[in-house]
């Protein structure tokens, strides 16, 4: 059988893990695909700079156009990322009638639904595995795996350079800069890096798994995105103290009002399995109401942990290719025809217990003030907890774990709380989950 011809947008961490992956492993994935898939064509703007990733035999070409319209090819697979040129880029090759594999998750969770539309129309496959949790095959699980379930809910660390940046800020006590410089280094972070840290591509990843575990359209503009840039390392140490770690957790949960989409840092009970997930590594529990919890566990980023990803898909692709259109997965697990109109939950109505740190003054009755202000909302307290003033000190710090309570109030407590005279700063939420 002729080999499959796939041609390659961009040759940066990913782009080079793939070539080296089919290279390495060939003969095994043509064993499994049933014949080979050969890159036949490769972009990168700087070719001088693509050269070191082994890519004899690969046609060089610094116009990723020059691939898409190029007839030989019947696979493209996107690693450039951006928006922009890369839709237009994956548009055009739907358009010519290939198939598409890609790792881009911003692309998807804003410009999604548009360009599975326009593969259902054209008849091809738009795979990507390698969109959410780098090597983790969450998306086959969610989307096949678990296809006989009503999925209650969703939990996942998927950012591997904020879970590798709190991991070894927390473990060797490093500062920000220096973890987040290694984990560029490594080839984890995005281009911008404050896609990272300010969770924006967590939620790109949630918005693409609430899609396809709740049968959505992608809704990213719909998200509640808080990132990992305001934890202190005193927040961390509290946390620790009361038997919590902090995550970076992408959560998505139906419930009777609409389905919750938000990122945001979280305490996670330290006995949890995924509360001990470090590094660069990617966790998703996945609450079906037929199989229970069910979690998924590996590499979130890196070049060969990505490639495994994208390899699949082709493997995949390749595989389904002569398959009728109709007897395909769905993009979105679900038919595209029976997508839901739930909406979103906005956040003030979203419900989760909540660390709250105060700096308070030390004298009589403050606490009794926070306390009455906490049940004038509602508010049922779980702990509280209050440091030891230092010598010489007027101010101490207040940690309060309150249960589950409707973010609305929690946000009118803050406010009256840090209105307090005897209140020195703004309060510290961050939210717990006990992923039960
Ligand atoms: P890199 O920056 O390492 O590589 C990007 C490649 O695309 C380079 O070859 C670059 O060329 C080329 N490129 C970038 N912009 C353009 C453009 N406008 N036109 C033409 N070529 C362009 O990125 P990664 O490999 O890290 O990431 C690729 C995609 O995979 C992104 O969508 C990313 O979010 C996703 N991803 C990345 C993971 C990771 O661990 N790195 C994990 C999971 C997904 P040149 O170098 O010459 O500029
Ligand atoms: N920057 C991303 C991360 C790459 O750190 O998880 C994998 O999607």
């Known amino acids: 059988m002729k080999p499959m011809r796939v041609g390659l947008l961009g040759l940066g961490t990913v782009g080079g893990g793939t070539v080296?992956?089919?290279?390495?492993?060939?003969?095994?994935?043509?064993?499994?695909?049933?014949?080979?898939?050969?890159?036949?064509?490769?972009?990168?703007?700087?070719?001088?700079?693509?050269?070191?990733?082994?890519?004899?035999?690969?046609?060089?070409?610094?116009?990723?156009?020059?691939?898409?319209?190029?007839p030989d090819i019947e696979i493209v697979v996107e690693l450039i990322g951006g928006e922009t040129r890369a839709r237009e880029l994956v548009m055009a090759a739907i358009a010519s009638g290939k198939h598409v594999v890609t790792a881009n998750k911003a692309l998807l969770a804003k410009h999604g639904n548009e360009l599975f539309a326009a593969a259902h129309a054209q008849g091809v496959m738009v795979a990507f595995?390698?969109?959410?949790?780098?090597?983790?095959?969450?998306?086959?699980?969610?989307?096949?795996?678990?296809?006989?379930?009503?999925?209650?809910?969703?939990?996942?660390?998927?950012?591997?350079?904020?879970?590798?940046i709190l991991s070894e800020m927390r473990d060797k006590g490093l500062p920000f800069d220096v973890v987040l410089a290694e984990a560029q280094r490594l080839g984890y972070a995005e281009a911008d890096p404050s896609f990272d840290i300010d969770g924006i591509d967590a939620a790109h990843k949630l918005t693409i798994l609430s899609a396809i575990a709740f049968g959505i359209p992608m809704q990213f503009d719909r998200a509640c995105i808080e990132g990992i840039g305001k934890l202190t390392a005193a927040d961390i140490k509290y946390a620790e103290g009361l038997g919590y770690r902090i995550k970076l957790l992408g959560i998505s949960r139906r419930t009777p009002g609409g389905i919750e989409l938000r990122v945001h840092p979280t305490l996670v009970p330290a006995r949890r399995l995924i509360a001990n997930v470090e590094g660069v590594?990617?966790?998703?529990?996945?609450?079906?109401?037929?199989?229970?919890p069910t979690l998924y566990y590996g590499r979130g980023a890196g070049a060969e942990a990505t490639a495994s990803a994208v390899v699949a898909d082709l493997v995949d692709v390749t595989r389904m290719a002569t398959a009728d259109p109709e007897h395909r997965v769905p993009h979105l697990a679900f038919q595209p025809d029976r997508l839901s109109a739930i909406p979103i939950l906005p956040m003030e109505e979203v419900e989760t217990a909540c660390y709250l740190r105060l700096r308070a003054l030390d004298r009589p009755g403050v606490l009794a003030d926070v306390t009455r202000i906490c049940a004038d909302r509602g508010i049922s307290i779980d702990?509280?907890?209050?440091?030891?003033?230092?010598?010489?000190?007027?101010?101490?710090?207040?940690?309060?774990?309150?249960?589950?309570?409707?973010?609305?109030?929690?946000?009118?407590?803050?406010?009256?709380?840090?209105?307090?005279?005897?209140?020195?700063?703004?309060?510290?939420?961050?939210?717990?989950?006990e992923l039960l």
């Open 20 to 70: 080296e992956v089919l290279r390495r492993n060939r003969e095994e994935i043509a064993r499994r695909a049933g014949r080979e898939i050969v890159v036949v064509m490769a972009s990168a703007r700087d070719l001088a700079k693509a050269r070191p990733v082994g890519v004899e035999g690969i046609s060089l070409v610094a116009d990723p156009a020059a691939i898409v319209s190029h």
């Open 281 to 292: 590594m990617n966790a998703i529990l996945v609450k079906g109401d037929a199989v229970g």
């Open 129 to 164: 595995e390698a969109a959410v949790a780098g090597g983790v095959p969450i998306i086959k699980a969610i989307r096949e795996g678990l296809t006989a379930n009503r999925i209650e809910w969703l939990a996942g660390i998927i950012n591997g350079t904020c879970n590798y």
């Open 383 to 433: 702990a509280i907890f209050q440091k030891e003033a230092g010598e010489g000190e007027e101010q101490v710090d207040v940690v309060i774990l309150t249960h589950r309570t409707r973010e609305k109030d929690v946000n009118a407590a803050i406010r009256a709380i840090e209105s307090l005279a005897t209140i020195a700063s703004p309060v510290i939420r961050i939210r717990l989950e």
